[in-house]
């Protein structure tokens, strides 16, 4: 989930760097600098989530076989 939002955020944040290059709206300097920021935080979130994540289905597989 996480990351298919970051995907969007960064679509939405490519299309709204290209727009403010020829058309330096007040709305799409906005919509840029908030989908940068945006970014920025779901990429943190989803790296922690996929830590997290990976880091308990490594614990209970090791759990389950143990060396």
Do not use: M
Not at 5 to 16: E, G, K, R, W
């Amino acid at each position: 989930l996480w990351g298919k939002a970051n995907t969007l955020v960064q679509i939405i944040a490519i299309a709204s760097t290209l727009w403010t290059a020829f058309y330096a709206l007040p709305f799409l300097v906005l919509v840029r600098k908030l989908s940068l920021i945006l970014t920025i935080a779901l990429t943190l979130i989803s790296w922690f989530h996929y830590t997290w994540r990976e880091t308990r289905r490594l614990g209970s597989e090791e759990s389950r076989n143990p060396v």
